[in-house]
């Protein structure tokens, strides 16, 4: 995660060299969003925003939850639900993960209806200062036009609200 981090943040920052940032993130993304919004303060930027949707907390070891994951996603592409047993790098990775607390504001988008859906998750633990948006839609409908549209409209207020940004001073 950190590598991979890394590699993002280099792109970034050939983009947009000094902050303030906004981060945004779905799924995995959400987990590499939340590591370069970490490896932006150890530089002493600002990140003004994080949103993290629908990821998975990293360092829990929610092997079935991840399974749950890939079966949504195995049966959205194959339109199968193939054997789930195996577990992608990428899930590995974030089990494996174990990031510092995040002294920032950020927001998590929970997908009701995904199959590893459990109220509350625990990203609280990682980001004391975190509000919660809850979204009736499944993981992979969550980023789907409709659904997407919808997020917008939900996140906008919570995005205008200017919490404190984080910065390393």
Same mark, same amino acid.
């Given at each position: 995660?950190?590598?991979?981090?890394?590699?993002?943040?280099?792109g970034i920052r050939a983009q947009q060299p000094h902050g303030p940032y906004r981060l945004l993130g779905f799924?995995? #993304?959400?987990?590499?969003?939340? &590591?370069?919004?970490?490896?932006?303060?150890?530089?002493?930027?600002?990140?003004? +925003?994080l949103v993290i949707l629908d990821s998975d907390v990293p360092g829990e070891d929610r092997t079935s939850a991840m399974k749950g994951?890939?079966?949504?996603?195995?049966?959205a592409f194959n339109g199968a639900d193939q054997d789930a047993r195996a577990m992608p790098d990428y899930l590995r990775a974030i089990r494996?993960?174990?990031?510092?607390?995040?002294? #920032?504001?950020?927001?998590?988008? &929970?997908?009701?209806?995904?199959?590893?859906y459990a109220p509350g998750y625990s990203? +609280?633990?990682?980001?004391?200062?975190?509000?919660?948006l809850r979204v009736d839609a499944d993981?992979?409908?969550?980023?789907?036009r409709e659904k997407a549209t919808d997020?917008?409209?939900?996140?906008?207020?919570?995005?205008?609200?200017?919490p404190v940004a984080a910065s390393s001073a």
């Amino acid at each position: 995660v950190e590598e991979l981090s890394r590699e993002y943040l280099a792109g970034i920052r050939a983009q947009q060299p000094h902050g303030p940032y906004r981060l945004l993130g779905f799924s995995l #993304g959400g987990v590499l969003a939340f &590591e370069i919004a970490q490896q932006l303060l150890a530089a002493g930027e600002t990140v003004e +925003q994080l949103v993290i949707l629908d990821s998975d907390v990293p360092g829990e070891d929610r092997t079935s939850a991840m399974k749950g994951v890939l079966r949504e996603m195995r049966r959205a592409f194959n339109g199968a639900d193939q054997d789930a047993r195996a577990m992608p790098d990428y899930l590995r990775a974030i089990r494996d993960y174990r990031p510092a607390r995040y002294p #920032g504001p950020a927001i998590y988008v &929970e997908a009701m209806r995904a199959e590893h859906y459990a109220p509350g998750y625990s990203w +609280q633990d990682l980001v004391p200062r975190l509000t919660t948006l809850r979204v009736d839609a499944d993981h992979l409908e969550l980023m789907s036009r409709e659904k997407a549209t919808d997020l917008a409209r939900a996140l906008r207020p919570l995005l205008n609200r200017n919490p404190v940004a984080a910065s390393s001073a």
